[in-house]
């Protein structure tokens, strides 16, 4: 299989991402590479109270990031909690609140050194026991975490070595461990404890460059400087505490809004900026723009296969012939956004080329497939009814639900695409809670279920029926025993090539099948205030560092 391994300027050195052979890590912090360049001023000379204006469905329903399975929840916690290590813009793992880490012969244990002179913002010590509290509070069954129990694996036990080395250890080799730590944030256990389940979203404590100040829901979460953080990660190129004296989320509802407000002077940086304001920023003064791209799975709607007409392969297929995601991308996004072609999108390592040719659009194709099964459209109406179709009573229209959080556009546009092929789509724009109520209670037909990683594992989350249960990311109810087998070994396999070649044989299997529509990958894009200096990009391009950003009037 011809796998095509992408590298934009973003994604440059993710092959090496989960090699065993960075288990083993110096402790001594990098230089870390910026978007914009440092003027070399002193410490004391740089600060700023710094404004990130949100689309406003991007705010989570918890801030706790054990509990809550979003990328802006992860990203909001690494301003309080610095994690046990850092992906690097490059794909490489660095020391956090771990000076170094390494792995047994066979690849069961895990063995973390950490730093000795850190306290949580409580006063509190930071320690391997506070690292074995967190790890048990993710895993513990009333926390009811919805992927990160999941990420971190079927841990064996962990155990306390000494105050700072602490042990995880599995009865099978996990080697993604490494991509679930950078996003877990390590909390002060006196203050979780303190606050509880309930309430410690509101309350965050950890070791982070700054303090949690305030949330206010459906307006802003408000962020100080920490002044005794010690600079203990690796992506911090001073010593000492951030240079900002705050940070502001600003959750913004309307796409003019958004767009306008950076040059209004009301935010500094807006992320997620809406296409229709890209020129208000690219190559204009006094402003920067940023792209910044997402491997992962794209904007892909899972296909719920367990009912009728969803459990009828030809029903599937005529969905994904009669998709023309181009033309949908030009109507909604000048071009702007990636057309995806199957479970893993085009920036992806490890994505396979080989979907590109398995369902061209071809809407006359989509129509014989569903003639063939039974649906055909004898009232005149447009829209095509069962006849004869396996478990669906006749004269029953074919009306599917889309089911998504945000991009409703996208919908909206392949609602006009199927109505030519006689599908009636109704669409459904929920918030994350209800997203997962719907998946818990297999309530749905097309939902959108969106993963973001340069490691093919998520193809492990997203299609092994093992994680078909609450909490788990198997949404879809297909069950296949080849395909089981194959993503089960991305977890095991540390040879990153061998996964490649196993991911490819996954997404063959999952399109043959058309379990899940692709749609389109979205590119996340910045408008800047050219005064703000050191903003970095992860190798994600939705998540971020401000350990060394500040602002320059």
């Known amino acids: 299989m011809n796998v095509r391994r992408w590298t934009p300027i973003f994604l440059s050195g993710v092959m090496l991402v989960l090699t065993l052979a960075l288990a083993a890590c110096a402790s001594t912090p990098a230089p870390a590479a910026t978007e914009s360049g440092s003027d070399g001023a002193a410490a004391g000379e740089k600060g700023g109270d710094l404004v990130i204006a949100f689309p406003a469905s991007s705010e989570p329903a918890s801030l706790d990031g054990h509990i809550d399975p979003y990328q802006p929840t992860w990203l909001f ?20 609140l771990a000076e170094s880490w ?21 006063g509190t010590p930071f320690n391997a026991e506070a690292v074995k509290y967190n790890i048990e509070r993710v895993r513990a069954p009333e926390t009811q975490s919805a992927q990160m129990a999941n990420d971190l694996g079927p841990i064996a036990s962990v155990e306390v070595v000494d105050e700072f080395t602490v042990q995880i250890n599995y009865d099978e080799i996990w080697v993604t461990l490494l991509d679930a730590l950078r996003r877990m944030p390590i909390w002060s256990p006196a203050a979780a404890e303190e606050a509880g389940l309930a309430n410690f979203d509101k309350h965050l404590v950890g070791a982070g460059p700054f303090l949690m100040e305030e949330w206010v829901p459906n307006d802003r979460i408000v962020f100080r400087k920490w002044e005794d953080y010690g600079g203990w990660n690796s992506i911090q190129n001073h010593e000492g505490p951030a240079y900002l004296d705050s940070v502001t989320i600003s959750f913004i509802g309307e796409d003019a809004v958004l767009g306008s407000v950076v040059s209004t002077g009301a935010a500094d940086i807006a992320r997620e900026l809406p296409t229709a304001y890209i ?10 723009f940023i792209t910044g791209y997402q491997a992962g799975t794209g904007l892909q709607m899972v296909i719920n296969v367990r009912n009728a007409p969803l459990n009828i392969l030809e029903v599937r297929q005529a969905l994904e012939y009669g998709t023309d995601q181009a033309a949908a991308n030009d109507l909604l996004y000048d071009g702007t956004y990636l057309v995806s072609y199957g479970p893993l999108n085009v920036v992806h390592p490890c994505y396979w080329d080989g979907v590109e040719e398995m369902y061209p659009y071809d809407p006359e194709q989509a129509k014989q497939l569903l003639e063939s099964v ?4 004898e009232d005149g109406n447009g829209i095509r009814e069962a006849h004869g179709v396996p478990g669906v009573e006749d004269g029953t229209p ?12 996208i919908g909206e546009a392949i609602q006009a695409q199927w109505r030519e092929i006689g599908v009636d789509l109704a669409l459904e724009l929920v918030p ?56 089960s070994q991305l977890r095991t396999n540390p040879d990153m090539a061998a996964r490649c070649e196993l991911a490819a044989q996954a997404q063959q299997i999952i399109m043959e099948n058309a379990a899940v529509l692709p749609t389109l990958s979205q590119p996340v894009f910045y408008g800047l205030n050219d005064g703000v200096k050191d903003f970095q990009l992860a190798s994600e391009g939705n998540y971020f560092y401000l350990h060394n950003t500040y602002i320059q009037d």
């Open 398 to 409: 074919l009306t599917l639900r889309w089911t998504v959080l945000h991009h409703e556009e």
């Open 279 to 288: 020129e208000d920023y690219r190559d204009q003064d006094g402003y920067e």
């Open 374 to 377: 039974g649906y055909r459209d």
């Open 102 to 122: 390494e792995t047994s012969e066979d690849g069961l244990t895990w063995t973390f050194h950490l730093r000795d002179n850190v306290t949580f913002q409580d």
């Open 432 to 487: 994350g809670p209800v997203q997962l109520e719907r998946v818990n209670a297999r309530d749905f037909d097309l939902i959108y279920e969106r993963q973001r990683s340069p490691d093919p594992m998520i193809l492990d989350m997203v299609w092994n029926s093992r994680w078909d249960e609450p909490g788990g990311w198997a949404w879809t109810g297909f069950v296949d025993a080849t395909l089981d087998e194959t993503v």
């Open 77 to 96: 916690d690494s301003f309080v909690a610095d994690p046990l290590l850092v992906q690097m813009p490059d794909g490489s793992y660095m020391p956090a």
